[in-house]
């Protein structure tokens, strides 16, 4: 297996990969500068500068360089290269369509990770969706399972995928921000109240991932005593707008996904079509 680009996500991959698959596998990285090459070396993978030996070797690659990076790729692997190779971009933005034109001949799918890749447990969409069963999809689908879990979707759903998953654990670091400092102002010190701050959140993501099929209010319901403390949160909760405000926050970072998606792809072809400059 292949990674074009073993930069922070690209490293995540290769942790991921590593050890991940009961046959043995070979992962080959590139990278340009001699720190990211040491970085794929003591990760376990084999390190080169060379984007051609990457496809060249590999059954299934993934691309995993700045999108305005991935001209300068195209321009250095020849086109006949790509030929029956499954190549996986995690380039925000750069459409199917533009891969399959910019990569000849290649099975191309594109997927969207999050930075908890790091700890194996990336929310990772991946499109297209009809390939899913196919041979490919199936190796593709595997790969992914090694980062966290996998979900296909049709390709429309990667920008909100983007603005939703991708920007999510920075939205998710404010709000545990935000709570600290509510305990922190009632006299709790800073490490002890985030501490327990990631503990609620893990407990209840997990609580709340066992009770399939109930809706999740239901856990909120039955916490909520008459003229307990919560129902005083949920008050000034309401009182606040922070239900609205985080709706507001979601379609805010999908509308910029979307933009920035558009702005990307036509940047690139434009670029990839200029020799890579
Ligand atoms: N970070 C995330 O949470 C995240 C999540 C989902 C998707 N993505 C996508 O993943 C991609 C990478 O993001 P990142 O945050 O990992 O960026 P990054 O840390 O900057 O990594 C990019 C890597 O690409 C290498 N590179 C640049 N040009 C190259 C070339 N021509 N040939 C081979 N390697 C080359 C760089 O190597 P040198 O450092 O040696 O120059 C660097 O290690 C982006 O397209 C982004 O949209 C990122």
């Keep these: 297996m292949g990674i074009i680009g073993a930069g922070k996500i690209g490293s995540a991959i290769i942790s991921g990969l590593n050890g991940c698959f009961h046959e043995d596998i070979e992962i080959i990285a590139s990278g340009r500068s001699d720190s990211t090459l040491r970085n794929i070396e003591k990760l376990g993978g084999r390190p080169t500068r060379s984007n051609t030996e990457v496809v060249s070797t590999s059954d299934l690659i993934f691309l995993s360089v700045k999108p305005y990076h ?6 250095d692997v020849p086109p006949d290269v790509w030929g029956g190779k499954t190549v996986v971009s995690i380039m925000a933005g750069v459409r199917l369509r533009t891969l399959r034109e910019l990569l000849p001949g290649a099975k191309v799918f594109r997927a969207m990770p999050n930075i908890n890749a790091l700890v194996q447990m990336s929310a990772t969409a991946v499109a297209p969706s009809e390939m899913a069963g196919s041979d490919e999809g199936l190796l593709v689908g595997k790969a992914l399972a090694c980062l966290g879990s996998v979900r296909w979707v049709s390709e429309e759903l990667l920008d909100v995928w983007t603005g939703l998953v991708g920007s999510g654990p920075a939205f998710l670091a404010e709000v545990i921000d935000a709570l600290v400092l509510g305990a922190v102002a009632t006299g709790m010190r800073r490490d002890v109240a985030y501490e327990a701050v990631l503990d609620v959140m893990l407990g209840t993501a997990k609580l709340l991932k066992s009770r399939e099929g109930k809706h999740l209010l239901e856990l909120r319901d039955e916490v ?17 707008g922070v ?24 940047s690139v072809m434009r670029a990839a079509k200029n020799g890579g400059n």
Excluded at 70 to 75: C, E, K, M, Q
Excluded at 243 to 264: C, M, N, T, Y
Aim: hydrophobic share 40%; aromatic share 2%.
């Design 70 to 75: 991935f001209p300068t790729v195209v321009a």
């Design 224 to 240: 909520t005593t008459p003229a307990g403390t919560t129902i005083e949160g949920l008050k000034t909760l309401e009182r606040e």
């Design 243 to 266: 239900k609205a405000g985080l709706i507001g926050v979601v379609e805010a970072a999908v509308r910029r996904s979307k933009e920035i998606g558009e702005e990307i792809d036509t």
